[in-house]
């Protein structure tokens, strides 16, 4: 049988290989450089494993989904259409209420995750997600996520999220803007200029998850 290969073949060599691999023990996280990170129920840690370069237009309130100090961090600085990260948060924690401009899929990886979007009429609806559940938006809904895991209050759980797009941008929603603006704790240059941002590692071991963590029975 002959048959025409459509996609060009490539053979990276290991050494350029190496620059694709991200050993989830070496990444490091941020806590800022969003709008919202400031906010005491909106505190995580954003890991960038791949992608996240920085989209064309950065501001108070839109800019890349790891934010500015993140998206500059990535182990794996590709462009090829999608971005892939991690978030740890304590129970309770998760982002506000915001908006992408590409899709965005939500797999739970430790911990319990609740993803709420908006239904129309100031109404929310969400699930709730157990280890390995996935969750995908569309572009243009507005969203958030949070870790209702039942457990030691100082337990962190692990969600990834994949982006689609080169440099895809979020966007806060105006209520969530007024609400951290209420709180006086709408400072972005707080978090993302400082000369010695704190980068710490991941809390989790993934060769010492339990069934708690897990959700496992």
């Keep these: 049988m002959t048959a025409d290969e459509k996609i060009a073949r490539i053979y990276p060599t290991k050494e350029e290989m190496s620059t694709r691999i991200a050993r989830f023990r070496d990444l490091k ?35 890349s989904p790891v934010g500015a100090l993140a998206a ?18 304590l129970p309770g924690k998760g982002p506000m209420m915001h908006n992408h401009d590409t899709n965005e899929t939500f797999c739970a990886i430790t911990g319990q995750w609740r993803a709420s979007w908006e239904v129309g009429g100031g109404e929310i609806d969400y699930f709730d997600l157990h280890p390995l559940d996935v969750i995908s938006f569309p572009p ?17 759980s692990l969600l990834m999220f994949v982006i689609a797009g080169d440099a895809p941008t979020a966007e806060f ?37 339990t069934p708690a963590q897990t959700g496992s029975s």
């Design 72 to 89: 500059r961090m990535s182990p794996i600085k590709i462009s090829e259409g999608f971005n892939l990260g991690y978030c740890e948060a």
């Design 140 to 156: 243009g809904v507005i969203r958030r996520f949070e870790n209702i895991s039942d457990g030691p209050k100082d337990q962190y």
């Design 29 to 63: 996280g941020f806590d800022g450089g969003l709008a919202d990170s400031n906010m005491p129920e909106a505190k995580r840690l954003l890991f960038n494993v791949i992608g996240f370069q920085p989209p064309p237009e950065e501001g108070m309130d839109t800019g």
């Design 173 to 209: 929603t105006k209520e969530s803007l007024e609400e951290i603006d209420r709180a006086g704790l709408l400072d972005m240059e707080q978090n993302d200029s400082s000369d010695a941002p704190v980068w710490v590692g991941p809390h989790l071991d993934p060769s010492e998850f």
